[in-house]
């Protein structure tokens, strides 16, 4: 796998697992403990959770920036992980409001704009070297492979420490159960039965005091997920060793020799920073007035202000690749609206709308160990069936006969029913794109021998289309199924509450299925723009324009608020139908454009 790639590229990943378990840790439980500790609905908790990874990316180009100006792209890198540490150890302390929580978030989000952007340059600059250029696609996706091996392990972790001190205070976990005991709190909760029956299911006693009952469960259930946060700070602690002990494998870069057309910049820097600020502030008066939303203004307004900012500082020379690189961040944008939704909307259907039990051989897919076992099958049977070596055969069979017979003793000894948690759907992204890396290389290997690899851009134009498709299968999932609006509804100036029936709810191969045809689109898309950005960056701006990069996946990230606002409003498949138009558009404007952007990366048919 490695063969022909420089030894850094395994520092570079290895060190990313830290950010990438912390990363998936939050995907699978931010909006459910905030809905849990806080009793927030889901619009409350998709903003905090929009503005969350709204901060991850947009902070990424002020660490461009610190680096750029500095060269120093491994000390930045080193400040974001301690600084990441420290959030995480916050987010980790039980009890905090809700203000010290945000602050936690913000500390977070602030590390991982020095750490990601700069890390996703210094491999790139690894590949600028002429011996490696040519694998450049091929390392990103070993890159975007190799990280997220951490990412796999985060949710099984996370609800594997919430379940753990449930069980400590007497209790099981049920996902509906922290939103019913707010709404009991407040008044607002009809179905009293359903409550008393969730009650007695969930605790190691009968309940006679259904006040006490919900008041430590909150407890408890956010507790949980707080210690789920300490595992997140540990794993970073991991990454900040390998990263001191191995880092002097990744290339340290000198400092830009200035041109005459650079020497005398200072003033236009000053006029293109003033630009840009006022055009985000303006960009933020508009939106107020036009969708009450200054937030959302002031993200786009960012965007903006970095676009007139680019124009301004680069040369004549540099602008058409400045151009190209900026209509390829605009797409990014309503991709990672799209995408994201996995760790929001996708993940309400998860804990709403999705079965809370399931058969013997389904549950292996929802517990650590048989996965594992699972997955050692399906691997020795690709190396018994695909590998020409007799030995490598020999020991694909071996593991074939024996994971697989390990696999058929978690399904003989399964209940007929079991409890799954919604959180471990997130494990089902990382898990594609470990598995799925290979082939999909495989397939652009064969094609490059022929001469008829798609071009960097066209790959993202497809991954659009992809991503398209992975919406219509939830879509169809969601056809006839109640809506949310139709069980949280205002009666007399108040909310009134009802769980979502067991009528409503489906079984997990849809939203697996979901999560599988969206790796594919993330393969196709995020690993090749990246590709695309190291290599077409110019290079006074390789910090920068990777910022830039994290700063429309930032953008995109402030739009996740869409699917949480429509959540109670429209019905499910209407809800679906703006991601499916977001990605079609998407991608029919980079095959528009498809000419210039391979005329940026040299792409010659």
């Not at 450049?136 to 890159?143: L, Q």
């Not at 009293?192 to 006490?212: C, G, Y």
């Not at 804990?351 to 039990?357: E, G, L, M, S």
């Not at 398209?468 to 009666?491: C, K, R, T």
């Amino acid at each position: 796998m490695m063969k022909g790639h420089p030894k850094g590229l395994l520092v570079a990943f290895f060190s990313n697992m830290g950010e990438r378990f912390g990363f998936y840790t939050m995907m699978a439980i931010l909006v459910l403990f905030l809905q849990a500790r806080y009793g927030l609905s889901e619009s409350q908790a998709g903003d905090y959770y929009s503005w969350f990874y709204f901060g991850i990316y947009a902070l990424a180009l002020i660490g461009g920036i610190i680096a750029d100006a500095t060269r120093k792209y491994k000390f930045v890198i080193l400040m974001g992980i301690i600084i990441m540490f420290a959030g995480y150890v916050l987010m980790a302390i039980p009890g905090n409001p809700l203000a010290i929580t945000a602050i936690g978030l913000f500390t977070i989000a602030l590390g991982n704009g020095l750490f990601k952007g700069n890390l996703q340059a210094v491999v790139g600059q690894m590949y600028d070297n002429p011996l490696y250029s040519k694998v450049r696609d091929t390392a990103f996706m070993i890159f975007y492979m190799g990280i997220n091996i951490g990412a796999f392990f985060a949710p099984y972790a996370a609800t594997g420490i919430r379940n753990w001190f449930l069980r400590t205070q007497g209790f099981e976990h049920d996902g509906s159960l922290p939103a019913m005991c707010h709404a009991f709190e407040a008044g607002t909760l009809e179905d009293m039965t359903k409550f008393q029956e969730l009650a007695n299911k969930v605790s190691d006693t009968t309940v006679t005091d259904l006040h006490a009952f919900a008041g430590k469960y909150i407890d408890a259930f956010s507790k949980g997920y707080n210690y789920a946060f300490g595992i997140a700070a540990g794993a970073m602690v991991i990454s900040l060793l390998v990263y001191i002990v191995f880092n002097k494998l990744l290339p340290s870069v000198e400092k830009v020799v200035k041109t005459e057309g650079t020497q005398n910049k200072a003033t236009a820097n000053v006029v293109s920073f003033l630009l840009a600020a006022g055009l985000m502030v303006a960009t933020s008066v508009i939106f107020y007035f036009l969708m009450n939303d200054l937030a959302l203004g002031a993200a786009v307004g960012l965007f903006i202000g970095f676009v007139a900012m680019m124009y301004q500082i680069s040369t004549k020379e540099e602008r058409p690749r400045v151009t190209s690189l900026i209509l390829v961040f605009v797409v990014v944008i309503f991709f990672w609206m799209s995408f994201h939704q996995n760790g929001l909307t996708l993940t309400f259907f998860a804990r709403d709308y999705t079965v809370k039990n399931v058969g013997p051989f389904t549950n292996i897919f929802f517990k650590l160990e048989s996965m594992l076992a699972f997955i050692g099958s399906v691997a020795g049977l690709v190396l018994l069936i695909f590998n020409k070596k007799g030995s490598n055969r020999l020991i694909g069979g071996a593991m074939a006969i024996v994971f697989g017979a390990l696999t058929g003793y978690f399904i003989a000894t399964n209940p007929a029913s079991n409890p799954i948690e919604p959180e471990k759907f997130q494990s089902f992204n990382p898990l594609f794109i470990v598995s799925l890396t290979f082939p999909v290389m495989a397939v652009f290997t064969w094609l490059r021998n022929k001469n008829m690899e798609p071009s960097t851009p066209k790959k993202i134009g497809i991954g659009m289309i992809i991503a398209a498709i992975g919406f219509v299968v939830i879509l169809i999932a969601s056809i006839g199924l109640v809506s949310p609006h139709e069980l949280q509804y205002v009666e007399n100036g108040v909310t009134k509450y009802n769980p979502v029936p067991d009528s409503s709810r489906v079984v997990p191969y849809w939203l697996i299925s979901t999560y599988l045809i969206l790796t594919i689109a993330e393969l196709f898309l995020s690993p090749m723009g990246l590709s695309f950005v190291s290599k077409v960056a110019p290079a006074r701006f390789q910090g920068l324009m990777q910022g830039g990069w994290l700063l429309a996946t930032a953008v995109g990230n402030k739009f996740l608020f869409i699917g949480s606002d429509f959540w109670g409003k429209l019905e499910l498949w209407q809800l679906w139908s703006i991601f499916i138009v977001s990605c079609i558009l998407s991608a029919v404007f980079i095959f528009l454009i498809l000419k210039r952007l391979e005329r940026a990366t040299g792409h010659r048919k």
